[in-house]
């Protein structure tokens, strides 16, 4: 079953969360059980590993692996079918303020079927599986190429990467010194296939060792097409070719003029929805009469409610808490925005400076997904790692949206 965007957020952020968690020791135990593992051979699995733990020499950290052990194998006591994608458990003791400790214990449900039996024990949790199920899952080819020269680039999800530029060697088409035409369109024509040789084997060495998803290749004129006919990009490379385009660079900046060209066949691919939602967002924003747009927390929070924003814009770079405060010693009350891991700002009253005893405090992410949710409003998660998604955190606090109807 495809995930929501709201949970697909959410476990995007558990597993970053595990990510950053340290033991002091090899004592922290991460366990993949694959939806066609028995519970009982699981259970034996753990006996095994609880027997041989006893031979850990330093005391604490065998007795840290020993209690996770014996709270993994009291998890499984309560699960008599393990789920249809399968369950993975993260428990030990990870470093908390000064010489503390902290047991932690989390069970996660992976989006995706687990294929194998892992188990880990080390310093941080093992979650390179799982950040492969939230990561970016597309990677293409890019390559333009002209008879002067030619650059070839990777985009990786939102981000256009230069791997490598060339320079040609192929001389221009004016005859010098004495040369008969035909003796010098013999020599021009040598020189081009060495160069596009040379960019072949470039691309073949980059991009194969890449495992891209497809290729996109641009250029001026024919001279892409009569790379492409040539016997330079390897068969692999070659089925992998989505499309050609007409560009009139081809240095770094022909490579993010391919990808504007590509927009329609790769129509689908997230980094063209994320930039074609922002240029809405921006062109809304500059009309002189007042377009459909409205951005910041507090205004696009007033315009959510009032059920007037039809796609709300959210970047998943924001990393804030709404928390809601009742202070006991001036009386007021309301709402404030602080970052994650301020400190204790969270505690404290703005009005009287007075220490809190209770907070309310909620991701404001989430909050912003169950506000919409309401009202019936479409979502759309922009990454921060795009030109677009930088633009949406930084030049608009991260949070905008593309209204139904003009406010005022």
């Known amino acids: 079953m495809e995930m929501s965007k709201k949970d697909e957020y959410e476990f995007k952020k558990a597993v970053e969360e595990i990510e950053d968690l340290e033991g002091r020791g090899t004592e922290l135990i991460s ?127 939102n981000r256009v990467e230069t791997l490598n530029h060339i320079q040609s060697m192929v001389p221009s088409k004016h005859s010098k010194g004495g040369q008969s035409a035909q003796r010098f369109e013999r020599s021009i024509e040598k020189a081009a296939h060495s160069y596009f040789k040379k960019v072949g084997e470039k691309a073949n060495g980059l991009l194969l060792e890449e495992d891209i998803d497809g290729l996109l290749v641009g250029g001026p004129g024919r001279t892409k097409d009569n790379f492409i006919e040539g016997d330079h990009l390897h068969h692999e490379l070659k089925k992998k070719i989505v499309d050609t385009f007409n560009t009139g660079y081809t240095d770094e900046y022909g490579l993010k003029e391919l990808m504007e060209k590509a927009q329609e066949t790769l129509s689908d691919l997230e980094v063209m929805k994320e930039k074609k939602l922002v240029d809405r967002l921006m062109e809304e924003i500059k009309d002189p009469k007042g377009g459909l747009a409205v951005y910041g927390e507090e205004e696009t929070l007033r315009a959510l409610r009032m059920g007037a924003v039809d796609t709300l814009l959210i970047s998943d770079g924001i990393d804030k808490q709404r928390v809601n405060f009742d202070c006991d010693n001036c009386g007021d009350q309301g709402t404030k925005t602080i970052d994650t891991g301020f400190g204790d700002d969270e505690n404290i009253c703005p009005e009287c400076g007075s220490e809190l005893d209770t907070v309310e405090k909620e991701d404001i992410i989430d909050f912003f997904f169950d506000e919409a949710e309401k009202v019936g409003t479409d979502v759309e998660m922009i990454s921060d790692q795009s030109e677009e998604g930088e633009l949406l955190l930084n030049a608009f606090g991260g949070v905008a949206g593309i209204l139904r109807f003009r406010i005022n």
């Open 31 to 157: 366990l993949y059980v694959p939806p066609d593992k028995a519970i009982s051979d699981v259970s034996s699995y753990i006996n095994e590993e609880m027997s041989e733990s006893s031979n850990i020499k330093s005391k604490s950290t065998r007795k840290n692996v020993q209690s996770a052990l014996k709270s993994i194998k009291s998890k499984l006591k309560y699960i008599k079918e393990v789920p249809e994608n399968g369950v993975i458990f993260f428990v030990g003791q990870v470093s908390g303020e000064g010489d503390k400790t902290d047991m932690v214990s989390k069970t996660v449900e992976p989006p995706e079927k687990l294929q194998t039996f892992t188990y880990r024990c080390d310093s941080e949790f093992y979650v390179e599986p799982l950040k492969e199920m939230v990561g970016e899952r597309e990677n293409y080819g890019l390559l333009v190429i002209d008879r002067s020269e030619a650059t070839i680039g990777i985009l990786r999800g």
